[in-house]
């Protein structure tokens, strides 16, 4: 299978812009969430995802929203950049608890998107 | 609000040797998963072992182990016969199970250096 995939890898933007970031999840998987890691705060949770809906926030300013689309992908966007948003967001997946099985509840991860607000 | 401690920000260990990593958590809940992941200079965070807490077996995957102290609520990995590919951040992860939503709570992560 293919694992996750996030576009871009790379971004530079410039104070006041926005941001949309694509995460595409493993097949079969339909919980998409996102982090965010930057030196200071280490990894940060933003939002998590289920069959289309937000299950789970993080303590992030509103400017900091998502979406997930019936194919499981999802996006996050940020409005109004500041330059403390500049970090490495990351996007995992994983299946719904429908049992336990060696993936349930594990989390695997896409090799992230570097943003750079200048 | 549960909350995962690593107290070595760095350490190093010499390639062949056995190395272990430090990790604490706070929780009341009972049942729960931990995790730790690898973090390579290229940045894709891998999954490196995994422990359901209700298993008082510890989790081995091939040169790493856990010591996972329930009662403690500690939940060390154990690196034995260290690689160069090794090297990397590590980081202790908890997520609550049967939540209802995923969310991983991070510890801060220890840089390991395995020097040649």
């Known amino acids: 299978k293919a694992g996750v995939t996030q576009t871009p890898r790379y971004l530079i933007k410039t104070r006041g812009q926005q941001v949309t970031l694509s995460c595409s999840p493993i097949s079969g998987h339909r919980s998409v969430s996102w982090y965010q890691q930057t030196p200071g705060q280490g990894l940060q949770f933003l939002f998590e995802y289920f069959s289309e809906t937000q299950r789970n926030k993080g303590n992030f300013p509103g400017r900091f929203s998502g979406r997930q689309f019936s194919n499981s992908r999802s996006e996050m966007n940020v409005s109004t950049l500041e330059l403390g948003d500049s970090a490495l967001y990351l996007c995992?997946?994983?299946?719904?608890?429908?049992?336990?099985?060696?993936?349930?509840?594990?989390?695997?991860f896409g090799p992230g998107t570097r943003l750079t607000v200048l | 609000a549960q909350t995962v401690t690593q107290s070595q920000p760095e350490m190093s260990v010499q390639e062949a040797e056995t190395v272990t990593l430090s990790c604490t958590y706070d929780?009341?809940?009972?049942?729960?998963?931990l995790f730790w992941y690898k973090q390579p200079p290229s940045r894709q965070m891998i999954l490196v072992i995994r422990q359901e807490a209700y298993k008082q077996q510890n989790a081995t995957e091939n040169r790493f182990s856990v010591n996972f102290q329930k009662a403690a609520k500690s939940f060390s990995l154990k690196i034995s016969d260290s690689q160069l590919g090794d090297t990397a951040m590590y980081f202790c992860a908890f997520i609550q199970s049967g939540a209802g939503s995923y969310q991983l709570t991070f510890g801060k992560g220890t840089k390991l250096s395995v020097i040649p």
């Open positions: 995992a997946s994983s299946f719904p608890p429908l049992g336990l099985t060696e993936s349930t509840d594990t989390q695997y």
């Open positions: 929780t009341s809940e009972s049942n729960y998963y």
